[in-house]
């Protein structure tokens, strides 16, 4: 549902040949929203690094245990910081197979993404989605969609999968999280990945020198950087690590070693 009234949205123009990391990100998991850039930029990256899929199915495996872990704990709404181009799998799909009444508002600077998100909350009273850099949290947080939809008295997740490490502004990062902390209740969730400096591929440079070229750079993180971005929230069991040590769902898919330590993932709760 587009809760924008009748201001319209200005994108700005779409340049089919510059990669996007999030048409890149849509054309890795089977999407159709991208262009030959994106696909040239896709396959280059994946010659170096085989297990690029592998590390996108860890991502939405991740992602179903965070909307569980929020299900269960009572909550059903969700801000989702990067939602990406929308696909089988992403946040609005699982949180609403999950529970079909809860609420999600997407956002993303990425004009293909908002497009396409639009189209799909179009007609649907509990989501929506939101043209804006993730890291102008107050203007993210006043916009119509957020107040139209959040109820931000009430627990709310926050998702940030598969996002921050394409922000190398560390210090822009850390303060606009803090700022996403501050306006959630107690009991709200903070669950995010991110690509992890120590683990992964050696060839991890040659991924980085790609992702340079496109519309995000890719910026990796160690594990006291990355935990940083939680703040003071208490990140839940088993704490702050690689997918493979998170991960602990019955019967779930095994990747390869590679992929499995090549993100960091958490999930925090504030007190």
Request: charged share 20%; aromatic share 6%; net charge neutral.
């Amino acid at each position: 549902m587009s809760v924008l009234g009748e201001q319209a949205t200005v994108l700005p123009e779409v340049d089919p040949q510059r990669p996007s990391v999030a048409r890149i990100y849509n054309f890795l998991l089977g999407g159709r929203h991208n262009f030959a850039a994106d696909r040239q930029a896709a396959a280059a990256a994946q010659s170096v690094m085989p297990e690029l899929p592998a590390i996108l199915r860890l991502n939405r495996q991740f992602l179903r245990e965070a909307v569980r872990l929020a299900d269960e704990a009572g909550i059903d709404q969700y801000l989702d910081l990067g939602c990406g181009i929308p696909s089988a799998g992403d946040a609005y799909d699982v949180a609403r197979r999950v529970r079909p009444g809860c609420r999600v508002v997407g956002v993303d600077v990425e004009p293909v993404a908002f497009v396409h998100g639009r189209l799909r909350s179009d007609g649907d009273p509990g989501a929506d989605v939101l043209y804006a850099d993730l890291l102008d949290a107050h203007q993210v947080l006043a916009s119509p969609p957020v107040r139209g939809l959040l109820a931000l008295d009430r627990p709310v997740c926050l998702l940030m999968v598969a996002v921050a490490h394409f922000i190398p502004d560390t210090g822009r990062l850390t303060e606009a999280l803090a700022v996403y902390r501050d306006a959630v209740p107690r009991g709200s969730l903070l669950a995010l990945t991110h690509a992890c400096r120590k683990g992964g591929s050696p060839q991890i440079d040659q991924v980085r020198r790609i992702y340079n070229n496109t519309t995000a750079p890719l910026a990796t993180r160690d594990a006291a950087e990355a935990a940083v971005l939680f703040g003071d929230w208490p990140v839940l069991g088993p704490g702050l690590q690689t997918f493979g040590e998170w991960c602990s769902v019955p019967g779930r898919r095994r990747e390869s070693g590679t992929a499995e330590s090549a993100f960091l993932v958490g999930v925090a709760r504030k007190p």
